[in-house]
Antibody, heavy 126, light 107 residues
Framework: QVQLQESGPGLVKPSETLSLTCTVS????????WSWIRQPPGKGLEWIGY???????NYNPSLKSRVTISVDTSKNQFSLKLSSVTAADTAVYYC????????????????????WGKGTTVTVSS | DIQLTQSPSFLSASVGDRVTITCRAS??????LAWYQQKPGKAPKLLIY???TLQSGVPSRFSGSGSGTEFTLTISSLQPEDFATYYC?????????FGPGTKVDIK
């Protein structure tokens, strides 16, 4: 079955850029949306953004000016870059697959995050 | 932007109890809502999508209902492994907002 694995530095200095990669195994990155989500210590989930395998993206407006999500289909990977980080960006970062279900009654697609990585902790500190 | 609220934020229940969690959207989202369960130190797990469709492999004691702005997640008979935090998520617009979560604890 499809598995996701986040990787990247666990410690990032303030004002620098956080960079993470999610490797997809057991399946193809094609034909899906892929998303990043984070969870600060003791807090709830925050959606960061998503990318379609073809490269189109959408970001949380609160992070949009600092976020870039990219995809490398040849490596079955997608990546997150978050610039100008502060202590408030300290969190567990998750990657997830976004699947879709077509509702023939409405003609619209329902999306849902059905496969998640285990998460990686990123601390912003000097 | 669409905002989600959940109630209660915390609930204490016993094994065998029927538990209901409510998620409200700041504007109508049809049935574009999912529910996730998260246990400490673990990634969230999808329970329900399209407001009421049970994800494969999820026990049938979990059910979801609602449309528009009000949704519920019901656990018909709480089991020891169900003590966790539950999040709703809207996927109506192209912005996938999460609710603040409901922690279900042992009474």
């Amino acid at each position: 079955q499809v598995q996701l694995q986040e990787s990247g530095p666990g410690l990032v200095k303030p004002s620098e850029t956080l960079s993470l990669t999610c490797t997809v195994s057991g399946g193809s990155i094609s034909s899906y949306y892929w998303s990043w989500i984070r969870q600060p210590p003791g807090k709830g989930l925050e959606w960061i953004g998503y990318i379609y395998y073809s490269g189109s993206t959408n970001y949380n407006p609160s992070l949009k000016s600092r976020v870039t999500i990219s995809v490398d289909t040849s490596k079955n990977q997608f990546s997150l870059k978050l610039s100008s980080v502060t202590a408030a960006d300290t969190a567990v970062y998750y990657c997830a697959r976004v699947s879709s279900y077509y509702d023939i009654l409405t003609g619209y697609y329902h999306h849902y995050m059905d496969v998640w990585g285990k998460g990686t902790t990123v601390t912003v500190s000097s | 932007d669409i905002q989600l609220t959940q109630s209660p934020s915390f609930l204490s229940a016993s094994v065998g109890d029927r538990v209901t969690i409510t998620c409200r959207a700041s504007q109508g989202i049809s049935s574009y809502l999912a529910w996730y369960q998260q246990k400490p130190g673990k990634a969230p797990k999808l329970l329900i999508y399209a407001a009421s469709t049970l994800q494969s492999g999820v026990p049938s004691r979990f059910s979801g209902s609602g449309s528009g702005t009000e949704f519920t997640l019901t656990i018909s008979s709480l089991q020891p492994e169900d003590f966790a935090t539950y999040y709703c998520q809207q996927l109506n617009s192209y912005l996938f907002t999460f609710g603040p979560g409901t922690k279900v604890d042992i009474k």
